[in-house]
């Protein structure tokens, strides 16, 4: 295995007028892996927490929490994940001790970073405008002490060749190149050290798409070539469609599906994963597609439970409602839609976590009624659990939502809903 | 019918000081009414500075030496054009500001009220220190005043009685648009269809709040000088000078109009499908996240009921998810709004969605311009062709660039600016520039490959 991540969480400190409030949980409890000389696409939307997972993985970032472990054999891997399941920490600890990125000094990584690298996403800013480009490629083999400084500058022209560029190009700057062949520049310096693992994090979003074209297929060839395994961070789903074998799906900080590339691609079975696919628009077809409402979630207050659950299409029960949800969305029915009903006068608030006061009616006949009614097209209506009466007011209960855990499906993937959980108490009418 | 915009053989050129930038080189261009027509093309190939040379908002730089800009029989870009046939190589741009001022001041009838344009990046087209509301109510007080002079006078004649007679009108013809129009022409209410039609359409209330919401459109409270103020800015159709003029006047008239231009900025962010509009006209942009923002900017350009609309990367600073929100919107007021589109974009499959016709631009020249489908599936020119399948699609399919750069406009290549990276070039595209050749019915291809078929 060349690297695999358990836990993995990233939480930024929001700074208060003096110490720090809140966090901002780009990244929480995620899961990866990549195989010897396999490529891994990690797909998302912006804010979702993928150039994150990305930085934490080679400790450009050091993550809150999680364990990253590098370039570590089967055997071992099988023995750590056995040692995991049972809780033992020593084991843990002594596997981890040895492969994990984690717990190593920073002189310590030195020597590791010759091993993996990372291709940044613009390449207008990654590269240094006042060095040639036979220093910005020698630079992390002199870094790292690969090789010696003479080496290095006959290895810049041998990597500007491979990567397309004619070898008078090391005298000159990076304002002399156009977008693509900056990209190609970023792509030699972060192979120049022979690196068994690359990030790359959006490295043709900034590019047209005839070069988008030309990248992709050189960091194929290079994939191909050395068996480098990569793992490509991008928005873009065809690009991952295109390198990838594997393909893990970000949502809000946390993966929501992974699995073989094909299988995900052609057939999602996360709710989210669907509605993405369905919303990329593919030449030649017209299509029918779920558009999703609202935007996504601020990650400082993420959503209870399912981070997805407030946008999702077929959400139910126990998906995470909080009554704050549940009260704009009544508060929405009562005083609009069914105000010819209600009238005037009908209050609607929060009490305590899980329940809801309707002031001024008691007929909770009515509201059930609404509910029943109204919850296949407002979701969160079906958080509701049961409608009671007061002497003045309607009490209105809800469900208390479960976390969704990453559930194996059918074909060998994962998925983070609770749709997929075996003998689950979910509803047939939801499925 | 006659087209609603015409471009032919135009030219921009940038005047800088590493040389001549010859942005655009001949563009020919029809848009028909009610038309939705893309215009593709790598970044620096000159559809953003055709969009904004349409709406005479180039830099003082640009030179325009020859072509047209045909709306409404009226040529758009005659003044500069003049200008530099008359100066030729002497440009100066000092001189040249002189002239674009004069066109803005001719543009001003057309610009924003005729033909509007949604900007690339909402972040930077709004005004961050400004509310929501303010921006959209602003750009309806600044080109048409008198559209919003006439919602706030038909309110205040609207007798409780005409309203009552209004709400049993919609609920018999189902809001029917031209039985509500002519209702508001004969009593002599014009103005009130558009918010009672609102108000019908909107789907989030019940109906017994609608009804309600329609008869508060009675009666709206005045006193004597804002009811002179209206009175003359309906008959005048702009604010007279002695309105614009007079300090405590002008606060007067910029208080009243710019109230109701807040509410036709609620009403027109509802019927693009944001909800809580009350709330989010007082918000400041950086409170809005990316998709909300783009939905501003194309109320803005919606507000004067335009008949032309220039949107340029609508979808390029937002997600997939958002994006695909973006388009359904495009795709449903363009049927609901009666008027063309002119839609930018560097992504086909967004323009595959939204548009009857493509264009492919390169190099400063439409290359192919067809409906939609034929370009797609049976793309002429090598360009296009090429472009296409360099596009990763989700199945995976092999991709291929296109060789080299795209040329550097401070010198476009001889002939057919294509020619270095075409893999078809031959002698004659190195040395004429190919005309636009009919090919079918309705495509168009510049490519001599395809002379004398």
């Given at each position: 295995?060349m690297?695999?991540?358990?836990?993995?969480?990233?939480?930024?400190?929001?700074?208060?007028?003096?110490?720090?409030?809140?966090?901002?949980?780009?990244?929480d409890d995620?899961g990866?892996?990549?195989?010897n000389e396999?490529?891994?696409g990690l797909?998302g939307?912006?804010?979702?927490?993928?150039?994150?997972?990305?930085?934490?993985?080679?400790?450009?970032?050091?993550?809150?929490?999680?364990?990253?472990?590098f370039d570590?054999?089967?055997s071992?891997?099988?023995?750590?994940e056995k040692?995991?399941a049972?809780?033992?920490?020593e084991?843990?600890?002594a596997i981890?001790?040895r492969?994990s990125?984690?717990?190593?000094?920073?002189?310590?990584?030195?020597?590791?970073?010759?091993l993996?690298n990372?291709?940044?996403q613009d390449?207008?800013?990654?590269?240094?405008?006042r060095?040639?480009?036979a220093?910005i490629?020698?630079?992390?083999m002199?870094?790292?002490?690969f090789c010696?400084?003479?080496?290095?500058?006959?290895?810049?022209?041998?990597?500007?060749?491979e990567?397309?560029l004619?070898g008078?190009?090391?005298?000159?700057?990076?304002?002399?190149?156009?977008?693509g062949?900056r990209?190609?520049v970023a792509?030699?310096?972060a192979?120049s050290?022979?690196?068994?693992?690359?990030?790359?994090?959006?490295p043709?979003?900034?590019?047209?798409v005839?070069v988008?074209?030309?990248i992709l297929?050189?960091?194929r060839?290079l994939?191909?070539?050395?068996?480098?395994?990569?793992l490509?961070?991008?928005?873009n789903?065809a690009?991952v469609?295109?390198?990838?074998?594997?393909?893990?799906?970000?949502?809000?900080?946390k993966i929501?599906?992974?699995?073989?590339?094909?299988?995900v691609?052609?057939?999602?079975?996360?709710?989210?994963?669907?509605a993405?696919?369905?919303s990329?628009?593919?030449?030649?077809?017209?299509m029918?597609r779920?558009?999703?409402?609202?935007?996504?979630?601020?990650?400082?207050?993420?959503?209870?439970?399912?981070?997805?659950h407030?946008?999702?299409?077929?959400a139910?029960?126990?998906?995470?409602?909080?009554?704050?949800e549940?009260?704009?969305?009544l508060?929405y029915?009562?005083?609009?839609k069914?105000?010819g009903?209600?009238?005037?006068g009908?209050?609607?608030?929060t009490?305590?976590?899980?329940?809801?006061?309707?002031?001024g009616?008691?007929?909770?006949?009515?509201?059930?009624?609404?509910v029943?009614?109204?919850?296949?097209?407002i979701?969160?209506?079906?958080g509701i659990?049961a409608?009671d009466?007061?002497?003045?007011?309607?009490?209105?209960r809800?469900?208390?939502?479960?976390?969704?855990?990453?559930y194996p499906s059918?074909?060998?993937?994962?998925?983070?809903?609770?749709?997929?959980?075996?003998?689950?108490?979910?509803?047939?009418?939801t499925? | 019918m006659?087209?609603?915009?015409e471009?032919?053989?135009?030219?921009?050129?940038?005047?800088?000081?590493r040389g001549?930038?010859?942005?655009?080189?001949?563009?020919?261009?029809?848009?028909?009414?009610?038309e939705?027509l893309?215009?593709?093309?790598e970044?620096?190939?000159?559809?953003?500075t055709?969009?904004?040379?349409?709406?005479?908002l180039l830099?003082?730089?640009?030179?325009?030496?020859?072509g047209?800009?045909v709306?409404?029989?009226?040529?758009?870009?005659n003044?500069?054009r003049?200008y530099?046939?008359q100066?030729g190589?002497?440009?100066?741009?000092?001189?040249?500001?002189?002239?674009?001022?004069?066109?803005s001041?001719?543009?001003?009838?057309?610009?924003?009220?005729?033909?509007?344009?949604?900007?690339?990046?909402?972040m930077?087209?709004?005004?961050?220190?400004?509310?929501?509301?303010?921006?959209?109510?602003?750009?309806?007080?600044?080109h048409d005043?008198?559209?919003?002079?006439?919602r706030?006078l038909?309110?205040?004649?609207?007798t409780?009685?005409?309203?009552?007679?209004?709400?049993s009108?919609?609920?018999?013809?189902?809001?029917?648009?031209?039985s509500?129009?002519?209702?508001?022409?004969?009593?002599?209410?014009?103005?009130?269809?558009?918010?009672?039609?609102?108000?019908?359409?909107r789907?989030?209330?019940?109906?017994?709040?609608?009804?309600?919401?329609?008869r508060?459109?009675?009666?709206?409270?005045?006193?004597?000088?804002?009811?002179w103020?209206?009175?003359?800015?309906?008959?005048?159709?702009?604010?007279?000078?002695?309105?614009s003029?007079?300090?405590?006047?002008?606060?007067?008239v910029r208080?009243?109009?710019?109230?109701?231009?807040?509410?036709?900025?609620?009403?027109?962010?509802?019927s693009?499908?944001?909800?809580?509009?009350?709330?989010?006209?007082?918000?400041?942009?950086?409170?809005?996240?990316?998709?909300?923002?783009?939905?501003?900017?194309?109320?803005?350009?919606?507000?004067n009921?335009?008949?032309?609309?220039?949107m340029?990367?609508?979808t390029?600073?937002?997600d997939?998810?958002?994006?695909?929100?973006?388009?359904?919107?495009?795709?449903?007021?363009?049927?609901?709004?009666?008027?063309?589109?002119i839609?930018?974009s560097?992504?086909?499959?967004?323009?595959a969605?939204?548009?009857?016709r493509?264009?492919?631009?390169?190099a400063?020249?439409?290359?192919e311009?067809?409906p939609?489908d034929?370009?797609?599936h049976?793309p002429l020119?090598?360009?296009?062709?090429?472009?296409?399948?360099?596009?990763?699609?989700?199945?995976?399919?092999?991709?291929?660039?296109?060789?080299?750069?795209?040329?550097d406009?401070?010198?476009v290549?001889?002939g057919?600016?294509?020619?270095?990276r075409?893999?078809?070039?031959?002698?004659k595209?190195?040395?004429?520039?190919p005309t636009?050749?009919?090919?079918?019915?309705d495509?168009?291809?510049?490519c001599?490959?395809y002379?004398?078929?």
């Open positions: 295995m690297i695999a991540a358990y836990g993995l969480s990233k939480f930024f400190p929001i700074r208060g007028a003096f110490r720090s409030t809140a966090s901002l949980k780009a990244v995620v990866l892996k990549i195989q396999q490529v891994v797909v939307e912006s804010g979702s927490g993928k150039s994150t997972v990305g930085r934490c993985l080679i400790r450009l970032l050091n993550p809150t929490d999680g364990e990253v472990l570590i054999p089967d071992e891997l099988a023995e750590y040692a995991r049972a809780a033992a920490t084991r843990l600890d981890a001790d492969f990125l984690l717990r190593r000094s920073s002189s310590e990584l030195r020597p590791l970073r010759r993996a990372i291709v940044f390449p207008y800013s990654s590269l240094n405008p060095m040639r480009l220093d490629i020698s630079e992390p002199l870094s790292t002490q010696s400084r003479a080496e290095a500058g006959i290895r810049a022209r041998e990597l500007l060749h990567v397309g004619p008078f190009f090391e005298d000159r700057y990076p304002h002399e190149l156009s977008g062949q990209q190609r792509i030699a310096r192979i050290t022979n690196p068994k693992l690359l990030i790359l994090d959006e043709t979003s900034a590019l047209d005839s988008q074209a030309q297929n050189l960091l060839g994939q191909q070539k050395y068996g480098i395994s990569m490509l961070i991008t928005h789903i690009v469609a295109y390198l990838a074998e594997y393909v893990y799906v970000m949502y809000a900080g929501m599906e992974w699995g073989d590339k094909r299988k691609l052609r057939d999602p079975q996360h709710p989210y994963t669907k993405l696919m369905s990329v628009p593919v030449i030649g077809e017209t029918t779920t558009v999703l409402r609202g935007d996504p979630p601020n990650l400082v207050v993420p959503p209870l439970a399912c981070r997805f407030p946008r999702c299409p077929v139910f029960e126990v998906c995470g409602w909080s009554a704050d549940v009260v704009e969305d508060e029915l009562l005083a609009g069914y105000y009903t209600f009238g005037d009908v209050h609607v608030a009490e305590g976590d899980r329940t809801i006061v309707v002031q009616t008691t007929d909770a006949q009515r509201i059930s009624e609404l029943a009614r109204e919850q296949e097209e979701r969160s209506l079906k659990k409608v009466v007061t002497a003045d007011a309607t009490l209105i809800l469900h208390e939502p479960i976390e969704p855990d990453m059918t074909d060998g993937r994962e998925v983070k809903c609770l749709l997929f959980r075996t003998g689950a108490l979910v509803p047939a009418a499925l | 006659s087209d609603a915009l471009i032919r053989d135009l030219h921009v050129r940038f005047h800088t000081r001549l930038y010859r942005a655009l080189n001949g563009v020919n261009l029809r848009l028909a009414r009610g939705v893309g215009i593709a093309g970044s620096g190939c000159g559809k953003t055709m969009g904004l040379g349409v709406m005479s830099p003082r730089n640009a030179s325009y030496p020859q047209q800009v709306f409404d029989n009226k040529d758009l870009v003044l500069p003049e530099s046939e100066v190589d002497r440009f100066s741009p000092k001189q040249n500001e002189r002239i674009l001022r004069r066109v001041k001719a543009m001003a009838p057309i610009r924003g009220r005729r033909i509007s344009m949604v900007f690339q990046e909402p930077t087209s709004l005004n961050p220190v400004l509310p929501i509301g303010f921006q959209v109510g602003e750009s309806i007080y600044v005043p008198a559209q919003l002079a006439r706030v038909a309110r205040s004649k609207a409780p009685e005409l309203t009552r007679e209004l709400v009108l919609l609920a018999a013809t189902h809001g029917d648009e031209t509500v129009r002519k209702f508001a022409a004969e009593h002599d209410l014009a103005g009130i269809e558009e918010q009672a039609l609102f108000v019908w359409s789907g989030d209330i019940h109906i017994s709040r609608k009804e309600k919401a329609i508060a459109l009675s009666g709206q409270p005045m006193n004597f000088v804002e009811r103020i209206i009175d003359t800015v309906v008959r005048a159709r702009s604010i007279p000078w002695y309105l003029r007079i300090p405590i006047l002008s606060r007067i208080r009243v109009l710019m109230r109701e231009g807040n509410r036709k900025a609620r009403e027109l962010l509802t693009l499908g944001i909800h809580h509009a009350e709330r989010v006209v007082r918000m400041f942009p950086h409170e809005l996240s990316g998709g909300m923002r783009q939905r501003v900017v194309i109320a803005i350009a919606l507000a009921n335009p008949e032309i609309v220039i340029d990367e609508p390029s600073a937002v997939v998810t958002v994006q695909a929100q973006i388009l359904e919107l495009v795709k449903r007021i363009r049927t609901s709004v009666s008027a063309s589109f839609v930018i560097h992504d086909l499959a967004v323009l969605e939204v548009c009857d493509i264009a492919i631009m390169y400063g020249r439409i290359v311009v067809a939609t034929e370009i797609l049976k020119h090598p360009y296009t062709q090429m472009l296409i399948s360099a596009i990763p699609t989700l199945e995976g399919k092999p991709v291929e660039g296109i060789q080299g750069d795209v040329p406009m401070r010198a290549p001889s057919c600016a294509f020619h270095p075409c893999p078809f070039a031959f002698e595209c190195r040395e004429v520039i636009d050749l009919p090919h079918g019915s495509q168009l291809v510049a001599w490959l002379e004398g078929k």
